[in-house]
């Protein structure tokens, strides 16, 4: 069992900044650490995850060069630095803790955070 707590969404304007921190109650290894969101009528998307096993990091391709992932295992802390924020960056943003499978894809569903919404206006 992994409780996720999510906190640092807020309301920003266009081209701002937004950290946004996930507390973990453990992170393993062979897990993968992710953010997704979900805007209103929208369906949940992968925003960005890490591999815990290679430290590799992938981004979906709305958010490259303006969002970044890491990690503090010490903290058990995941963040997502959101750079040049856009309007329709704007949504609900969870973080998700999923299991790495050997083929090193990441299979989520189980581990969720309550949410934080971010809102950037134009």
């Known amino acids: 069992q992994v409780q996720l707590v999510e906190s640092g969404g807020g309301s920003v304007q266009a081209g701002g900044s937004l950290r946004l921190s996930c507390v973990a109650s453990a992170i393993y290894s062979n897990s993968c650490m992710g953010w997704f969101r979900q805007a209103p009528g929208k369906e949940r998307e992968g925003v960005a995850h890490?591999?815990?096993?290679?430290?590799?990091?992938y981004y979906a391709d709305s958010v490259k060069g303006r969002f970044t992932i890491s990690q503090d295992n010490a903290k058990k802390t995941v963040y997502l630095q959101m750079n040049s924020l856009k309007p329709e960056d704007s949504a609900m943003y969870y973080c998700?803790?999923?299991?790495?499978?050997?083929?090193?894809?990441?299979?989520?569903?189980?581990?969720w955070g309550q949410g934080t919404q971010v809102t950037v206006s134009s």
């Open positions: 890490r591999d815990n096993f290679s430290s590799i990091a």
């Open positions: 998700a803790a999923g299991f790495r499978l050997y083929d090193g894809t990441c299979r989520w569903g189980t581990y």
